[in-house]
Nanobody, 126 residues
Framework: QVQLAESGGGLVQAGDSVRLSCAAS????????MGWFRQDPGKEREFVAA????????YYADSVKGRFTISRDNAKNTVYLKMNTLKTEGTAVYHC???????????????????WGQGTQVTVSS
């Protein structure tokens, strides 16, 4: 079991940068792939980025590639999402999530994730 808590959201202007953090409980954080998803009311939950356990390879949705960076600090049990050049369509609740340890499935699919944070709202104004 792992518990997740996001922070760092808020109201920003288009073009601004924001860094989200997700703190995880437990002593086995390094065994978990960590993902960021976002969801706007009435829309499907959307994959944003993921970082694998082990070597820490990172993967991004095409819509954020080149603007967002996911990283992790295993010593601090924390995963980050640095979002640059934010767009108004980036307005959503951002959730971090983790599948079971040593996950090797499709990390783009939110159904693969077993543990979720409560989310943090990011609102991008024009």
């Amino acid at each position: 079991q792992v518990q997740l808590a996001e922070s760092g959201g808020g109201l920003v202007q288009a073009g601004d940068s924001v860094r989200l953090s997700c703190a995880a409980s437990g002593r086995t954080f390094s065994m978990y792939t960590m993902g960021w998803f976002r969801q706007d009311p009435g829309k499907e939950r959307e994959f944003v980025a993921a970082i694998r356990w082990g070597g820490g390879s990172a993967y991004y949705a095409d819509s954020v590639k080149g603007r967002f960076t996911i990283s992790r600090d295993n010593a601090k049990n924390t995963v980050y999402l640095k979002m640059n050049t934010l767009k108004t369509e980036g307005t959503a609740v951002y959730h971090c999530a983790a599948p079971n340890p040593y996950h090797t499935g499709n990390f783009y699919d939110h159904n693969e994730y077993d543990f979720w944070g409560q989310g943090t709202q990011v609102t991008v104004s024009s």
